[in-house]
């Protein structure tokens, strides 16, 4: 999101900000243990990456999401330069989940509701590459899903679909920690900014009653 908004509008908030962490009843960073003993992962960027753990730390069968960045080839990078420009990364969320009891195909659908797929190099008030909406995939049988979750949704509009679909290789780095749960951590802070960014309208522009997920 742009500094203005995550840093200059968010701070007007510092005097009113309560103190302790916001609790949704979701598995948070670090907790990807899964009772089946196995797990996968899923990597999408849909604009600012704090608005896209919730909706995944809401589903049953996610054990963990974490912001990032991947879809660049330099290593290492820090928000200041991804937040910049200054790479080719995207904001991303890295999703953990637990196969035997939410599916890929699941994954991509909320993916789409909480996405505006016909923005080119931007999501809501967020404008630049580093925003682009992408589906990264992990192996073929994501890219197939995924694929086919892409010519659904483009059936279903009229306008063409910006999203992109490409390999996450070994792209993916974690964000810095303090963005990790921001919308647990700094709940008031995250509203604004989310409120500020017409997301949740654009959303519902969209997506109707299916906005979110």
């Known amino acids: 999101m742009t500094t203005f908004l995550r840093t200059g509008l968010a701070s007007l908030l510092v005097s ?7 609790s949704v009843g979701a598995q948070t960073n670090g907790d990807a243990a899964s009772a089946s003993g196995e797990t996968a992962l899923a990597t999408f960027a849909g604009g600012c990456f704090w608005c896209m753990e919730p909706p995944y730390d809401r589903i049953d069968g996610v054990l963990s999401t974490t912001s990032g960045y991947a879809g660049g080839p330099e290593r290492d990078p820090t928000y200041e330069q991804v937040a910049g420009g200054q790479t080719g990364h995207a904001e991303v969320v890295q999703v953990v989940y637990d196969p035997a009891r939410v599916s890929y195909g699941e994954l991509l659908r909320v993916f789409w509701r909480n996405i505006d797929p016909f923005a080119v190099d931007r999501q809501f008030c967020d404008s630049g590459r580093q925003y682009r909406s992408a589906i990264y995939v992990h192996d073929e049988a ?8 892409l010519h659904e949704v483009a059936e279903r509009f009229d306008d063409p679909i910006a999203t992109r679909i490409e ?4 792209s993916f780095y974690p964000a810095e920690q303090y963005h990790q749960d921001y919308y647990q951590k700094n709940p008031l802070r995250y509203r604004f900014y989310r409120t500020t960014c017409g997301r ?7 997506w109707g009653d299916e906005a979110g997920g």
């Open 16 to 22: 009113i900000v309560l103190g302790g962490s916001g």
């Open 142 to 149: 994501q890219r197939a899903a995924a694929e086919a979750s």
């Open 167 to 170: 390999p996450v290789g070994d």
């Open 200 to 206: 949740d309208r654009r959303l519902g522009e969209i």
